[in-house]
């Protein structure tokens, strides 16, 4: 799993607070590094140089293996509490699609396979 980060200008990105944000999310997003090639990690500055609640934001995109890829964004008052929100958002949606997808193949497996077809259900006879 590869992880790219950028950021806007008004975000002055340092080996620190990189590595805070790899670490994170490969810790977040550890249970799925079999299934994602890529995540991008967007980060910027809502406000630019005024401060506010909530002013931080943080996208990410997933790269999944064999599907489209999927965004998230989370908004805070700091980075890293904002990454961290976007990847808690990211494992639900993974968890999601990811189930979706393994109950569509288990729904097709079964009826290619013919079990449950041609039940007749009979009373019993008096």
Do not use: W, Y
């Not at 590595?19 to 406000?47: A, C, G």
């Not at 990454?83 to 997808?101: D, E, H, N, P, Q």
């Amino acid at each position: 799993m590869q992880i790219q980060i950028s950021s806007d200008k008004n975000i002055s990105m340092h080996s620190k607070l990189s590595n805070l944000i790899d670490s994170d999310l490969n810790r977040i997003l550890d249970r799925f590094k079999d299934e994602i090639t890529r995540v991008e990690v967007h980060l910027s500055d809502e406000n630019g140089d005024k401060s506010g609640a909530q002013d931080k934001r943080c996208s990410l995109e997933v790269r999944p293996k064999r599907h489209q890829s999927l965004a998230v964004t989370n908004d805070s008052s700091d980075i890293p509490t904002a990454v961290t929100g976007a990847g808690a958002k990211m494992v639900r949606l993974l968890v999601s699609t990811f189930g979706r997808i393994e109950d569509k193949n288990r729904s097709l497996t079964t009826r290619a396979s013919g079990e449950g077809q041609n039940l007749v259900l009979k009373p019993d006879a008096i």
